[in-house]
Nanobody, 115 residues
Framework: QVQLVESGGGLVQPGGSLTLSCATS????????MSWYRQAPGKRRELVAN???????NIAASVEDRFIISRDNTKRSVYLHMNSLQPEDTAVYYC?????????WGQGTQVTVSS
């Protein structure tokens, strides 16, 4: 059974930092491209960042100077390090795994940036 479990979300003040984690099971993690998406209220889900199985990263232009994606194959996990958070970063953040011809999603974790 495939599971992707996100954690690390919460309420943070503008300018603050959070690190999201996505722990996986049931997939060949080392072969997967791992992604973080987010969906704000009333908006479409958008790609934030991804990292391939060869550690090639892609970061959305809107966050590339503030967010970093990383992975740890030994822990079967992917991380999103978010700095200088702004209210417009408020969203549910989702983890996605793409491996072979399949994709799997986590349930999401809420990030709220507010004073």
């Amino acid at each position: 059974q495939v599971q992707l479990v996100e954690s690390g979300g919460g309420l943070v003040q503008p300018g603050g930092s959070l690190t999201l984690s996505c722990a996986t099971s049931g997939i060949i993690f080392s072969a997967a491209t791992m992604s973080w998406y987010r969906q704000a209220p009333g908006k479409r889900r958008e790609l934030v960042a991804n990292v391939t199985n060869k550690y090639i990263t892609n970061i959305a232009a809107s966050v590339e100077d503030r967010f970093i994606i990383s992975r740890d194959n030994t822990k079967r996990s992917v991380y999103l390090h978010m700095n200088s958070l702004q209210p417009e970063d408020t969203a549910v953040y989702y983890c996605k795994a793409e491996v072979w011809d399949s994709e799997y999603w986590g349930q999401g974790t809420q990030v709220t940036v507010s004073s």
